[in-house]
């Protein structure tokens, strides 16, 4: 029997990994988020925007669901240490990739004045966007058939 099989024995080692490893997510977002900012400024650039975020914004950005997405792939059952390092790195690229176009697309948003219900699709991408893409990376992930290890 699989430890998902067992889905209160998984949930509750994800939230366990998941708390246990916050405080150094929480350590560093800022970092993450000052190269996002930067990634962010070099596209506002490219798009001929004269706006750019300062950096000073790192410190009020944290994506603690990062913990989570990560202890959701390290706690997946039968699968290889190699298999999970490779799908974390993955996700890890993916989820950089997806905040920084989030919070481009919310920068040029607000620089073009747009009315504030117009964001409404954008602010349901940047919340519940992410989480879509985890999921859905882990399903497609533990459908894989090799390297279960």
């Known amino acids: 029997m699989t430890m998902l099989s067992r889905p209160g024995l998984f949930l509750g080692l994800l939230a366990l990994v998941t708390a246990l ?83 481009l697309a919310q920068v040029v948003h607000a620089v073009s004045g747009a009315e504030a219900a117009s964001s409404m699709p954008l602010r349901l991408v940047g919340t519940w966007g992410t989480s879509v893409i985890v999921i859905w990376m882990w399903f497609a992930a533990v459908r894989r058939k090799c390297d279960r290890g």
């Open 21 to 103: 490893s916050l405080p150094m997510w929480d350590a560093l977002s800022a970092y993450y988020m000052v190269v996002v900012i930067w990634v962010v400024n070099g596209g506002l650039g490219l798009l001929g925007q004269v706006a750019r975020l300062p950096v000073t914004l790192a410190q009020d950005g944290v994506y603690p669901g990062l913990a989570g997405a990560v202890a959701l792939f390290l706690v997946t059952p039968q699968r290889s240490v190699s298999w999970k390092l490779k799908w974390i790195g993955t996700l890890l690229a993916v989820m950089f990739l997806a905040h920084a176009a989030i919070l």
